[in-house]
């Protein structure tokens, strides 16, 4: 596991409870509740790397690194003759929605025109061609925004922070971590020859944040925040947060659910909200 954050760790617990070893790399190491043999130190910045010797025999490997500073793949900058060198047999990719652009509210699936115009969508889309020029067996996943257990509208509607903003004709796109975990675990049952090269992960309901407010308001028994129209709260955001919303599209798993069978647990955010306000 090449980066160890919210999806990865939760996709190494699942492998864990499946009886399989897990390596993981982190900058800084593990968390004090997490000591353990299995964790090593990657942090190309500061020139520290896992040595080779540590993943001898490793044969599938999941990267959830995102781009460096000057839009490269920090594993492929320092990591590939190690990774050649291994018995890979599958290595996942875990980049965007965010390199298909604005398509104005329109479906977006697999083989759609890709026109990212965010300088971060374009280095995913650059370190995604990389990796598929790299030789590897890598498998792309293309994810929306992800929420779960910790990371979820009910933190800021708790905190304060929550905005309800109105943009006309705006929706976005999202997916419970554990389908990600869940279609990735599926992605790996199925024989090499059958999976496809990308593979978007995102549930069946896109729709405004509003919609996902309003229903986390519900089950919280909060009240919402004032309603605010865009027009007016937008140039108050900063870059990343106007950038967010800059763009409009709906992903579309029809690949994933309807072709190569995957069952989402989530298949909206009403369910995936009920769930992760269980273990809040």
Same mark, same amino acid.
Request: proline share 14%; net charge positive.
């Given at each position: 596991m090449l980066g160890a954050g919210y999806s990865g760790r939760r996709f190494a617990q699942a492998l864990r409870d499946r009886g399989e070893r897990v390596l993981l790399t982190d900058r800084h190491g593990p968390r004090p509740e997490e000591q353990s043999d299995d964790w090593l130190r990657f942090d190309p910045a500061a020139g520290v790397f896992p040595e080779?010797?540590?993943?001898?025999?490793? +044969? /599938?490997?999941?990267?959830?690194?995102?781009?460096?500073?000057?839009?490269?793949?920090?594993?492929? +900058?320092?990591?590939a003759s190690t990774l050649a060198s291994l018995p890979l047999q599958w290595v996942g990719y875990l980049s965007t929605t965010g390199v298909y652009g604005d398509h104005g509210g329109d479906w977006v699936r697999e083989d759609s025109v890709l026109r990212p115009r965010l300088e971060r969508s374009q280095a995913r889309l650059a370190c995604e061609q990389a990796w598929r020029c790299s030789g590897l067996p890598v498998q792309v996943f293309r994810l929306p925004a992800i929420y779960g257990p910790g990371r979820s509208p009910f933190d800021n509607l708790r905190n304060g922070t929550a905005r309800l903003i109105h943009k006309p004709g705006q929706v976005f796109s999202r997916v419970h971590v554990d389908d990600i975990v869940g279609a990735l675990l599926h992605c790996l049952a199925m024989p090499a020859a059958e999976r496809p090269q990308t593979v978007i992960v995102a549930d069946r309901e896109p729709c405004p944040s509003s919609e996902t407010?309003?229903?986390?308001? /519900? =089950? =919280?028994?909060?009240?919402?925040?004032?309603?605010?129209?865009?027009?007016?709260?937008?140039?108050t955001m900063g870059p990343m947060a106007r950038s967010f919303w800059s763009e409009n599209r709906r992903a579309s798993s029809e690949l994933l659910c309807d072709s190569l069978g995957y069952r989402l647990r989530y298949p909206s955010y009403r369910e995936g909200l009920r769930a992760s306000i269980n273990l809040i």
């Open positions: 080779r010797k540590l993943l001898a025999g490793v +044969t /599938h490997v999941l990267v959830t690194i995102p781009p460096d500073p000057q839009g490269a793949d920090p594993v492929l +900058t320092t990591l407010l309003g229903f986390a308001a /519900h =089950l =919280l028994g909060c009240k919402l925040p004032p309603w605010q129209r865009w027009q007016d709260v937008g140039p």
